[in-house]
């Protein structure tokens, strides 16, 4: 590391600010320098808010080792207690500032991005730590305006109490599941090393996949929303004639799950699942879902005595409503399950595995892939993703809002647009981590998906962007 940038501070590069985290690719956007001065600055950020220690962890990503070894480094300079929890998912370093009662936690992980990618998740009182509070921390960091202090850094390897605290909530809630067959991909991600250990102490016959902690990800890309990524964990569903399945992203805190026949339980189907058992627990209660989620899941989350609430996409995001409307359980498309019932309120993959385990163990003789077809399945696209590199992305749903609004069109604005029909809805809105617009249409019948599909192209075409197909 250079010695002036740990005395001086630095300008991030201004990409890497992202309105969740802290996250770009290494070497070409930031390395252990930056790293360094991120530890002074979110040290700084820390210290003048009363905080005096910080848990820190990181994934298996080939460039972690070193990034957490100068973000260590720097959070020590700014004297503060320094816990390292090592290696592991993203929720068990969330778990440790509960469990170690720590003020702070920095995860450095690359989340579901490709191996070349790496970064930082934060929390602060164990809030997450996002969107102008990241853009205040990279002009501070800037500004070279560290605190200094004698810091001090402890190992505390907290993997054992992880599991026990995954396994005893498993066990003293489903005492009676019976023995299923589960097939679980790794990912080579880092549940990994946990998950061969967790499965040990679980009823039922476990098969794991790309179980080795490896940064390169050789199988397949770790990001279970994409089906691509799902196929090797569907033909070992089939093969092995098991009950379920379940995948997971680099870090941990997206699940994907596969039931019986194969067939893929999206995000929003997922909590619907989950919604049932926790509004048993807490009738009438609020349950988030993003807006990039089916009607479905609103419509079934009322149906159920619950009261559904519609919030922006992102992990940040939907943490901090979930505290505001004490929230038991949110969701996202994107796998995020987010638990406040018997959990911590944070995004915890392997926890909302368990939870799913424990659901279909204790469901008598239905089969997941039963309850799956009873759900209403409106025809709905992918998740969508255009490339707008020509044009800000935030100016353009800014046009398409106000021509709405001109044509006096019904739409929900909490996150770009959706737009309400008789036929159903579209989504537009901007990615806050690329530069894409992201789209997702969903009709009650195949005419009603292309007259929407339409009406949003009619729109994008103002703007050069080919029609949807």
């Not at 936690?105 to 790496?118: E, L």
């Not at 970064?119 to 921390?137: H, S």
């Not at 239905?366 to 209403?376: I, M, N, T, Y």
């Not at 159903?424 to 292309?450: I, M, Q, Y």
């Amino acid at each position: 590391m250079k010695d002036k940038g740990k005395d001086k501070g630095g300008a991030l590069n201004p990409q890497i600010l992202r309105e969740y985290d802290i996250r770009g690719i290494v070497e070409e956007q930031f390395g252990a320098d930056e790293a360094y001065l991120i530890g002074q600055g979110y040290g700084t950020e820390v210290r003048r808010a009363g905080g005096q220690s910080v848990v820190v962890g990181y994934d298996g990503r080939l460039t972690s080792v070193a990034l957490e070894k100068a973000l260590v480094e720097g959070l020590k300079s700014a004297g503060l207690r320094v816990l390292r929890v090592e290696l592991g998912p993203s929720p068990m370093t969330y778990f440790a500032s509960f469990y170690l009662e720590t003020d702070a936690a920095v995860m450095v992980t690359g989340s579901h991005n490709p191996a070349s990618y790496n970064g930082f998740k934060l929390t602060l009182f164990k809030k997450p730590f996002f969107g102008d509070r990241i853009k205040a921390l990279g002009r501070l960091i800037e500004s070279g305006d560290f605190a200094t202090g004698t810091g001090v850094v402890e190992n505390c390897p907290i993997e054992e109490a992880y599991i026990d605290y995954l396994i005893n909530d498993f066990k003293s809630h489903y005492a009676g599941a019976k023995p299923l067959k589960v097939i679980w991909d790794a990912g080579h991600g880092a549940v990994a090393e946990i998950l061969k250990k967790l499965v040990q102490k679980l009823p039922g016959t476990h098969i794991l996949l790309n179980a080795q902690i490896d940064g390169t990800f050789p199988a397949h890309h770790p990001d279970p929303v994409v089906a691509e990524n799902l196929e090797q964990l569907i033909e070992a569903v089939k093969t092995d004639r098991a009950d379920l399945g379940f995948a997971f992203d680099g870090d941990g805190d997206r699940i994907g799950v596969i039931d019986d026949q194969g067939s893929i339980i999206w995000g929003d189907q997922l909590l619907v699942l989950l919604s049932r058992e926790v509004l048993r627990a807490y009738p009438g209660a609020t349950i988030i879902g993003d807006v990039k989620a089916s009607q479905t899941l609103f419509d079934q989350i009322e149906e159920m005595g619950g009261v559904p609430l519609m919030w922006r996409t992102g992990h940040s995001l939907i943490k901090a409503k979930m505290a505001e409307t004490k929230a038991p359980l949110a969701g996202e498309m994107s796998g995020h399950i987010f638990f406040a019932d018997r959990h911590f309120g944070f995004d915890d993959a392997l926890y909302a595995a368990l939870r799913t385990l424990g659901i279909v163990s204790t469901g008598g003789d239905e089969k997941l892939s039963d309850w799956r077809k009873r759900l209403p399945h409106p025809l709905n696209t992918p998740e969508i993703r255009i490339g707008c590199s020509g044009h800000d992305k935030f100016s353009v749903i800014a046009h398409i809002r106000n021509a709405l609004q001109n044509m006096q069109t019904p739409f929900i604005d909490i996150d770009g647009v959706r737009v309400l029909s008789e036929h159903g809805w579209w989504l537009l809105r901007a990615s806050n981590t690329a530069e894409e617009l992201v789209v997702r249409v969903e009709a009650k019948n195949p005419a009603g998906l292309d007259i929407l599909k339409g009406e949003l192209s009619a729109y994008l075409e103002k703007f050069g962007i080919p029609p949807l197909v």
